[in-house]
């Protein structure tokens, strides 16, 4: 399940991945945010949040994350991801390092630095 987090600015999206996250949660919730956005403004501030009750993704979800990450490609001003799982945590700093905005990967623990970082 995909939520979008409250109370975050205007310019930022926010959303909490929990229990099994499924390619109808990208469809319904996760995509619809982003177009809206990109209508609104030209670039997205994206903050995500996989948490202790995040149990994974399942494969059409993966298809959908990797979609709505390229048909965007340059859109993406600011991307953070709070996880302690360590494979989204090397494969953020990995893949981060090609998109045209700043990626930062922050600990679970850290979910307060990265909204500041995030809004900022």
Same mark, same amino acid.
């Given at each position: 399940m995909i939520e979008k987090i409250k109370g975050l600015p205007a310019h930022v999206l926010g959303f909490n991945a929990k229990g099994k996250v499924t390619a109808? !949660?990208?469809?319904? %919730? =996760?995509?619809? *945010? /982003? $177009?809206? #956005?990109?209508?609104?403004?030209?670039? /997205?501030?994206?903050?995500?949040? =996989?948490?202790?009750?995040? #149990? @994974?993704?399942? *494969?059409? &979800?993966?298809? !959908? !994350?990797?979609? %709505? @990450? =390229?048909?965007?490609?340059? &859109?993406? #001003?600011? /991307? &953070? %991801?709070?996880t302690d799982i360590e494979w989204l945590r090397v494969t953020m700093k990995v893949f981060g390092f090609a998109m045209p905005g700043e990626v930062r990967v922050? @600990?679970? @623990? #850290?979910?307060? $630095? &990265? %909204?500041?970082w995030i809004t900022d």
């Open positions: 109808e !949660d990208y469809e319904k %919730v =996760l995509i619809p *945010a /982003v $177009e809206k #956005e990109l209508k609104e403004n030209k670039k /997205v501030r994206f903050l995500y949040h =996989l948490g202790k009750d995040f #149990e @994974g993704f399942e *494969a059409g &979800a993966m298809w !959908d !994350d990797a979609k %709505v @990450g =390229l048909s965007h490609f340059s &859109a993406w #001003e600011k /991307v &953070a %991801v709070v922050f @600990g679970n @623990g #850290e979910y307060s $630095e &990265a %909204v500041k």
